[in-house]
């Protein structure tokens, strides 16, 4: 446009001249004004260029920032999503944890077989009256209490399976009289008869004893069996969003065809820095591998979204699974001291406001 103008101009500058002989004033005046008119194009047109370059910049700033920050942020964001529901595995918690849901475990201090053991001859040991069936029954519990199997059952409550089979074995243990009916001197007859050892009254009253232990162990198993429900939904729910991350991170590093070695420094090469001298911003903004790139680029909030949804699901599920856990361990407080170590009680539920605190609020951040 500016060219035309020009030429155009010079071809009036050129009439001007034959016209100039007759009319000097007037040419000469038409002459000033269209070398201000050229002045003024040539004004518009450098502001134009200057206008075009400094957008230009702007815009290959922008997308070069875009894409730095996916580069940047697409390994975390892959990194992150995986390690979510390890967050608790990988610490010492859950380990305790799931040795505190076994009875037979000393993280609490529950002392599992004296408890049993005591209570059994509470109310059936000192029922019976012969000795031999006094040391019959304890052989009998001993075998119940000590069971191998029952001893590493998990996700199960083995004070409930024990008691059961106590109650079981106990319902239907008897005892054996001997009936002798002599004349004199001389044996007559001898009849023996069997009856059931022990009233349906202690049997019930052993239960009640025990009930508290096995609603104990209930509620921890429970909220494990919780979590563990939870945590398989989430994972089916969010199944698609594992490998949706991985693609965005390969597809990324594709366009540009980077690779994890030397990332930021390969990156550089595909797109100096905004100030180097005499960069030419359209070609690298025209370029289709950068088009594509940006692109990919643009998606990362979008990523980021659903990888945020999953994380904060996940810890609601942690934070609700830590305390209901806590709630049954505080419920522990109500059982006599000498069958159960308070103190460690204490230490576990510390334990879990301590990993409550720094390793789900931080991520959380503080409630508003």
């Known amino acids: 446009m500016l060219r035309i103008s020009c030429l155009y101009l010079f071809q009036l500058m050129i009439l001007s001249n034959v016209f100039c002989q007759s009319k000097p004033a007037s040419v000469q005046k038409q002459l000033l004004d269209l070398q201000a008119l050229c ?22 700033t922008r997308t070069r920032m875009e894409i730095f920050e996916a580069f940047n942020t697409a390994p975390r964001i892959n990194f992150d999503f995986l390690n979510t529901t390890d967050k608790i595995a990988v610490t010492g918690l859950f380990t305790k944890l799931l040795q505190a849901n076994n009875p037979t475990s000393d993280i609490l201090g529950f002392r599992f077989n004296e408890t049993l053991l005591k209570t059994a001859e509470k109310y059936f ?15 009998v519990i001993n075998k119940l209490v000590n069971n191998p199997v029952i001893s590493t059952l998990a996700n199960t409550n083995p004070i409930t399976s024990v ?30 008869s ?40 989430i994972n089916q729910h969010y199944e698609y969003l594992k490998g ?12 540009l065809s980077i690779t994890d070695t030397n990332t930021l420094m390969r990156l550089a090469s595909s797109l100096p820095d905004p100030s180097t001298r005499n960069l030419d911003y359209s070609a690298f903004l ?3 591998k950068i088009q594509s790139c940006d692109g990919i680029a643009r998606k990362l909030p979008a990523i980021q979204l659903l990888v945020k949804d999953f994380r904060r699901e996940y810890d609601q599920l942690l934070i609700s699974f830590l305390k209901e856990y806590v709630l049954a ?4 407080k109500k059982l006599p001291p000498s069958s159960i170590d308070q103190s460690k009680i204490d230490s576990l539920i510390s334990d879990i406001d301590t990993f409550t605190k720094t390793e789900i609020t ?5 409630k508003k």
């Open 362 to 366: 931080k991520n959380t951040g503080p």
């Open 39 to 60: 002045n003024s194009i040539q004004n518009e047109n450098h502001a134009l260029r200057s206008h075009v370059k400094t957008q230009d910049s702007l815009a290959y």
């Open 244 to 255: 949706s991350v991985e693609d965005y991170k390969k597809q990324l590093y594709l366009s």
């Open 125 to 139: 040991k000192n029922e019976l009256k012969s000795e031999p069936d006094k040391i019959r029954l304890g052989q």
């Open 163 to 192: 008691t059961a089979a106590i109650i079981n074995t106990m319902s239907s243990f008897s005892t054996t009289s001997i009936d002798v009916v002599k004349e004199g001197n001389k044996l007559k007859d001898v009849s023996s």
């Open 286 to 288: 025209c370029d289709q």
């Open 329 to 332: 361990l505080q419920s522990a």
């Open 194 to 233: 069997t009856m059931d050892a022990f009233s349906q009254k202690n049997i019930e009253a052993f239960r009640v004893e025990l009930q508290p232990y096995i609603n104990f162990y209930d509620a921890l198993n429970l909220a494990s069996i919780r979590y563990l429900s939870g945590l398989e939904n």
